[in-house]
T-cell receptor
Framework: GAGVSQSPRYKVAKRGQDVALRCDPISGHVSLFWYQQALGQGPEFLTY????????KSGLPSDRFFAERPEGSVSTLKIQRTQQEDSAVYLC????????????FGPGTRLTVT | AQSVTQPDIHITVSEGASLELRCNYS??????LFWYVQSPGQGLQLLLK??????LVQGIKGFEAEFKRSQSSFNLRKPSVHWSDAAEYFC?????????????FGTGTRLTIIP
């Protein structure tokens, strides 16, 4: 079956531009997570959805970051007025209800802000 | 707050030799622990997980890990590495209350395999 997919795989943005990153979770997966992975670092939690409800956004680094999952399936992470420090790989993961915490990760979107 | 320490940034091992990657965690209760592997340009793949019970867990690709509560450790081992094991390895801890299973990752250990 299909895994978690993310698009685009690579994105180059000029400083100040807005970007939108898409995540398609595994069909039927209730929970969806976004992580940010800076170069040479481990992934860091950004935000969590259970169905369409955003239950935790404590990891979003600033109010320029916004995530949504309006129908409880596809999710979009939006970054407004991108800055160089936003350059990172953005990973999406999903898990099923009672899925024993097994998070399935997508390949990530590598964002480079120039 | 939970945290994970992977003290080895980079490890080099000869093909066929044994491997142990270290992981120490900090968590207020019994943690859920994971090892993930990441190949260049790829997402994270789960190698194994520990929730409860037997402290020695088996995973995919011949990996195993041992949970030691007294040492707050969850080290990853493999008896004989293959060149294809070269990758970045991440240890992670998850919260044990259902409803937000966000993971906290270590900074990773890069594994290089030499012939």
């Amino acid at each position: 079956g299909a895994g978690v997919s993310q698009s685009p795989r690579y994105k180059v943005a000029k400083r100040g531009q807005d970007v939108a990153l898409r995540c398609d979770p595994i069909s039927g997966h209730v929970s969806l997570f976004w992580y940010q992975q800076a170069l040479g670092q481990g992934p860091e939690f950004l935000t969590y959805f259970q169905n369409e409800a955003q239950l935790d956004k404590s990891g979003l680094p600033s109010d320029r970051f916004f995530a949504e999952r309006p129908e409880g399936s596809v999710s979009t992470l939006k970054i407004q007025r991108t800055q160089q420090e936003d350059s990172a790989v953005y990973l999406c993961a999903s898990t099923s209800r009672g899925g024993a915490y097994e998070q399935y990760f997508g390949p990530g979107t590598r964002l480079t802000v120039t | 707050a939970q945290s994970v320490t992977q003290p080895d940034i980079h490890i080099t091992v000869s093909e066929g030799a044994s491997l142990e990657l270290r992981c120490n965690y900090s968590y207020g209760a019994t943690p859920y622990l994971f090892w993930y592997v990441q190949s260049p340009g790829q997402g994270l793949q789960l190698l194994l997980k520990y929730f409860s019970g037997d402290t020695l867990v088996q995973g995919i690709k011949g990996f195993e890990a041992e949970f030691k509560r007294s040492q707050s450790s969850f080290n990853l081992r493999k008896p004989s590495v293959h060149w294809s094991d070269a990758a970045e390895y991440f240890c992670a801890v998850g919260r044990t209350n259902f409803g937000n299973e966000k993971l906290t990752f270590g900074t990773g250990t890069r594994l290089t395999i030499i012939p």
